[in-house]
């Protein structure tokens, strides 16, 4: 017994290890190789705020995949038809990429192109929030590794595991960084990841452009990254604002 846990626990140590997110989120990258997985993202999901709720809005954590792939997927919005991103929220157990079943044209044009990019195969593991949001795993790699069951299980768990200790190191930072952000700062930047403007985002909130401009950078600042929407991103992560 004791010998069929240490590859498991071999795993996870480094997952479990990690003291804060950038450390985290390289260690599950190693683990995910070590399975046989040379591409992977992991992403939040929660239902877009609309008439029809048939959208998916998309909060990246991290990306690991072509270069290419991801500027052509952002350039075309492919977020928002992306049967991966459908099948999550209907979905408690990993799936396979090719077996999503019901694709339209548009769904099917993104795997399509996905393959053509590389991406021939892949499994998703969805984790359900409370509040209704979809943390998801997707790995790709070669076919004998995402149809083999063992490794796909072994996904699921340390999926599990990252989902864990992302909650547990983003609550933790979380509270740093909110002490360091005003309201204003946290308005500013929930409208930057809206994609507004600095002009926009003070006629909504009755303020002028210079202003704002004021409360993104020193909230860049406060947050250590070197980009308005960096700020908004790991604003967003950590749970700081609600885009």
């Given at each position: 017994?004791?010998?069929?846990?240490?590859?498991?626990?071999?795993?996870?140590?480094?997952?479990?290890?990690?003291?804060?997110?950038?450390?985290?989120?390289?260690s599950?990258?190693?683990?995910?190789?070590?399975?046989g997985?040379?591409?992977?993202?992991?992403s939040?999901?929660?239902?877009?705020?609309?008439?029809?709720?048939?959208?998916?809005?998309?909060?990246?954590?991290?990306?690991?995949?072509?270069?290419?792939?991801?500027?052509?997927?952002?350039?075309?919005?492919?977020?928002?038809?992306d049967?991966?991103?459908?099948?999550?929220?209907?979905?408690?157990?990993?799936?396979?990429?090719?077996?999503?079943?019901?694709?339209?044209?548009?769904?099917?044009?993104?795997?399509?192109?996905?393959?053509?990019?590389?991406?021939?195969?892949?499994?998703?593991?969805p984790?359900?929030?409370?509040?209704?949001?979809?943390?998801?795993?997707?790995?790709?790699?070669?076919?004998?590794?995402?149809?083999?069951?063992?490794?796909?299980?072994?996904?699921?768990?340390?999926?599990?595991?990252?989902?864990?200790?992302?909650?547990?190191?983003?609550?933790?930072?979380?509270?740093?960084?909110?002490?360091?952000?005003?309201?204003?700062?946290?308005?500013?930047?929930?409208?930057?990841?809206?994609?507004?403007?600095?002009?926009?985002?003070?006629?909504?909130?009755?303020?002028?452009?210079?202003?704002?401009?004021?409360?993104?950078?020193?909230?860049?600042?406060?947050?250590?990254?070197?980009?308005?929407?960096?700020?908004?991103?790991?604003?967003?992560?950590?749970?700081?604002?609600?885009?």
């Amino acid at each position: 017994m004791e010998g069929a846990r240490s590859p498991l626990r071999a795993l996870t140590a480094p997952l479990a290890g990690a003291n804060d997110l950038p450390s985290l989120i390289t260690s599950f990258g190693r683990v995910a190789r070590c399975l046989g997985f040379s591409h992977y993202v992991i992403s939040r999901l929660s239902r877009a705020q609309c008439a029809s709720c048939s959208e998916a809005a998309l909060e990246m954590i991290c990306a690991h995949y072509p270069d290419q792939w991801v500027q052509h997927y952002q350039k075309n919005g492919y977020a928002l038809v992306d049967p991966v991103h459908r099948t999550a929220f209907t979905q408690t157990a990993p799936y396979r990429w090719r077996d999503i079943a019901n694709l339209n044209r548009l769904e099917q044009r993104v795997l399509d192109e996905a393959l053509e990019a590389g991406l021939a195969n892949g499994i998703s593991i969805p984790i359900h929030e409370p509040t209704g949001r979809v943390l998801l795993v997707n790995l790709s790699g070669q076919a004998s590794v995402v149809n083999a069951e063992a490794t796909r299980r072994l996904a699921h768990l340390i999926s599990t595991q990252f989902h864990y200790e992302f909650e547990r190191l983003r609550k933790h930072q979380s509270a740093a960084d909110s002490q360091r952000l005003t309201p204003r700062q946290c308005e500013c930047l929930t409208w930057v990841a809206r994609g507004k403007s600095s002009w926009t985002i003070g006629q909504l909130l009755g303020i002028s452009q210079h202003t704002v401009d004021y409360h993104i950078d020193t909230a860049m600042e406060a947050l250590n990254v070197n980009s308005r929407t960096s700020a908004a991103v790991k604003a967003a992560v950590l749970g700081l604002i609600r885009p």
